[in-house]
């Protein structure tokens, strides 16, 4: 990787070493699966400047080769003015018209846009400057959306907004770039749980990606399939134990620390209280119920069965009341 190093080999030894092992890391990965790489433009999020140029990307994208390189967008944050937004996006535009065609790995372009002329612009914009029927499609600054807190949630519900809440945007905005771009393969940025996903995918959604299964880990959470986070010792209030029906889940987990133990020992192993070693045994198992969920999702799908399996299975309320808003008919303002 001598090129990617050329700029720190004369300074710093220690980035070198790290560029080094990642760039190892990664062709390890690559040897086994199909790799994404996001640019980090969500990085800047919360910041005005970005420094990072569209060119440096082009190029570790040209070394790395991942299969698929995400442009180098400037998402948006629901905080600032509609005109600072307004500029970022135009920044994504430039950096993408920059980008498309000048690397030899699939691009895949992302939108942005938190109303729905700015998004329908979007959209039409890229297909103007770079090809009427893009293959892949993302659509970036969702997530604080989808996390809804409250300075958002208010945004979202103001008397000139017809969105009486941001998930119901969120519903909206998969819904125009799904009908800007009906053949696109549609990907949305940065989610957090297994419920959002299917909340996503019933939206019309056909990839997501997230660090959640990881985080979760961390943070002493463990995740089963249709429920919250869940924790075998719940210490603070917000923390939930295992019911009995969350145990008989847990039984039937298939991933690998699970499998072939007992109930007691897998309880043990993903232990939130047990200081050393527990972490990256809740990783695997929340990776592998999150990707049995996607499994699941899939299948349901292709038997056009998915909407009744995620009104059955999906836990979190918010969601279940759009998608019945949107699929069932059920009035928003009732509960
Ligand atoms: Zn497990």
Not at 58 to 71: A, W
Not at 174 to 189: G, Q, T
């Amino acid at each position: 990787m001598s090129n990617l190093n050329e700029k720190s080999k004369n300074g710093n030894n220690y980035f070198d070493s790290k560029i080094d092992k990642i760039v190892e890391k990664f062709n390890k990965i690559k040897k086994k699966a199909t790799i994404m790489l996001d640019s980090g433009g969500y990085l800047f999020q919360k910041s005005k400047r970005m420094d990072v140029k569209p060119e440096e990307i082009l190029k570790l994208y040209s070394e790395l080769r991942p299969e698929i390189g995400v442009v180098l967008d400037h998402p948006l944050n629901p905080l600032v003015s509609e005109k600072e937004n307004a500029k970022r996006w135009e920044k994504t535009l430039k950096n993408t018209i920059k980008m498309w065609g000048n690397v030899d790995i699939v691009l895949l372009p992302t939108v942005h846009g938190y109303s729905k002329d700015a998004l329908i612009d979007a959209c039409k914009q890229l297909k103007t400057q770079l090809d009427p029927q893009i293959v892949l499609i993302g659509i970036g600054s969702l997530v604080p959306l989808i996390r809804s807190t409250k300075g958002v949630r208010k945004l979202f519900s103001n008397s000139k907004n017809r969105y009486n809440n941001s998930l119901q945007f969120v519903a909206e905005a998969v819904r125009i770039v799904r009908e800007e771009f009906p053949d696109s393969f549609l990907h949305v940025f940065g989610i957090g749980s297994v419920s959002t996903m299917h909340f996503l995918f019933s939206l019309g959604v056909d990839s997501v990606d997230t660090v959640g299964w990881r985080l979760k880990a961390a943070y002493g959470a463990i995740q089963l399939p249709g429920v919250g986070d869940r924790f075998v010792t719940a210490k603070g209030k917000r923390r939930v134990n295992l019911s009995n029906h969350d145990k008989e889940l847990l039984e039937k987990c298939k991933c690998p620390v699970c499998k072939g133990l007992s109930l007691e020992e897998r309880l043990h192993n993903l232990d939130n209280a047990i200081k050393n070693g527990t972490f990256k045994k809740r990783a695997i198992h929340n990776a592998w119920v999150f990707n049995w969920e996607l499994t699941m999702a899939r299948r349901m799908i292709g038997k056009g069965r998915y909407l009744d399996y995620i009104l059955t299975n999906i836990s979190n309320r918010a969601y279940r009341k759009v998608i019945e808003h949107i699929f069932v008919g059920d009035s928003l303002r009732e509960s």
